[in-house]
């Protein structure tokens, strides 16, 4: 058989002896090239055949609509010496590289269906491949483990969590790397066990790498990060500080407004002070006169925006406990309130200024899973889910490399 069919059809592993069209199946019938195999007792090669079993037919490749599977002829040797010490038959049965045990397709074929679930239904998938649903899932879940992740081979300094929802109540963390901006897992519910075996299975090399985890203000995954990855600063991200600050705001804001019946336009509060137009300068000075208190969380607020764009950590640091010392002589409630938080969250508040390391990568995957949960017809399954939602974002290659190492 030509070099170019053998290419094409990846049978490198093989010699070819046959190949015929039933219909649209297309069956190749092939041997292995190898002379013999390690006994899987003694592990010595041998080349004594005892006996051909029935040939393995597996799905290989689908190629211009037509399904492509391999006749293999395995074959059953037979070890000398392990039958000289206890008499009994030692036998091993051909092992191949292209085609996993146990299973009736090939890595091509595996390969295949990969490549395109990350950019087409299941449905599609199956249609193409004439393979079934539970085929493929399991396919699915034998190349990604969510508590294992896909770890790129460059080094990683900082890792982001941040959490995403799925189907209304439930929260799923979403794991980044942030130095060279790639998904590294999604997992299956936002328990603290879960976040912890995750951490844990992070592998050797990579872990003693970490030095930066970034997450939002939430004290949930504190300890267990702090334990796993000891060595490891943790950075609150920015944009959720000022999205707490924004929360404190509005709920103040609201419940001014319940209370004398006015109205006070959200946005006024919300748009950063520089993005203010002239008029809405006016409207919110008018109301930042009648209420005082709202006036000092606003800014703070504005403070703190100032104080994150510093770039230099002494510099931030000064101004950042400059800010906490006015804030504890408030005689406003909330704006003391809200110090608490900010003590309690300073040293990860004032990480952030040694590399200004953000979650604004993980956002964005966050913001794009939505889009795929959107065009894939809601998912019912949670694992199916995030199983496909990681292959949309995973290089080929790299799942490929993992998967095969
Ligand atoms: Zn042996």
Redesign the pocket.
């Given at each position: 058989m030509n070099n170019c069919f053998i290419k094409l059809f990846q049978l490198q592993e093989f010699h070819v002896e046959d190949s015929k069209l039933e219909g649209k199946i297309m069956i190749i019938t092939v041997r292995p090239k190898t002379n013999g195999v390690r006994?899987k007792?003694?592990g010595?090669y041998?080349t004594t055949v005892n006996r051909y079993p029935k040939p393995r037919k597996v799905k290989h490749m689908f190629w211009q609509g037509n399904l492509i599977m391999l006749s293999i002829k395995t074959r059953a040797f037979f070890?000398w010496?392990?039958q000289k010490k206890d008499r009994r038959r030692?036998i091993t049965i051909d092992r191949l590289k292209s085609v996993p045990p146990h299973r009736n397709y090939s890595l091509v074929y595996a390969d295949q269906i990969m490549k395109g679930l990350g950019s087409t239904s299941f449905k599609t998938q199956q249609e193409l491949a004439e393979s079934s649903f539970a085929t493929i899932s399991k396919l699915l879940s034998e190349r990604i483990d969510p508590f294992i992740g896909v770890w790129p081979e460059e080094t990683i300094v900082a890792i982001g969590l941040d959490c995403h929802s799925f189907s209304g109540m439930k929260m799923l963390p979403t794991i980044t790397d942030l130095t060279n901006h790639r998904l590294i897992s999604i997992l299956p519910d936002d328990r603290r066990t879960t976040v912890e075996r995750f951490l844990k299975n992070i592998p050797a090399d990579k872990k003693g790498k970490i030095t930066e985890v970034c997450i939002d203000m939430s004290r949930d995954y504190f300890q267990t990060i702090t334990r796993e990855l000891p060595q490891a600063k943790i950075v609150v991200d920015a944009f959720h500080v000022i999205a707490d600050a924004n929360r404190r705001i509005t709920e103040l804001r609201t419940a001014i407004q319940k209370r004398d019946k006015v109205s006070l336009p959200k946005r006024l509060f919300d748009k950063p002070k520089e993005h203010l137009k002239p008029n809405e300068r006016v409207s919110l000075n008018e109301i930042n006169r009648a209420y005082p208190e709202l006036l000092g969380l606003w800014r703070f607020k504005e403070e703190l925006r100032r104080i994150y764009k510093i770039p230099n950590n002494t510099l931030a640091e000064i101004s950042f406990s400059s800010m906490a010392k006015r804030m504890k002589l408030s005689k406003h409630e909330s704006v003391k309130h809200w110090l608490r938080t900010l003590m309690r969250w300073r040293k990860e508040i004032l990480a952030y200024f040694d590399n200004f390391t953000t979650n604004g990568y993980t956002e964005g995957v966050n913001t794009k899973l939505k889009t795929i949960k959107r065009l894939s017809y809601g998912f019912r399954n949670i694992d199916n889910y995030i199983r496909k939602a990681m292959l949309a974002f995973l290089p080929i290659s790299l799942l490929l490399s993992h998967y095969l190492t």
């Open positions: 006994c007792d003694c010595k041998i070890c010496q392990c030692h």
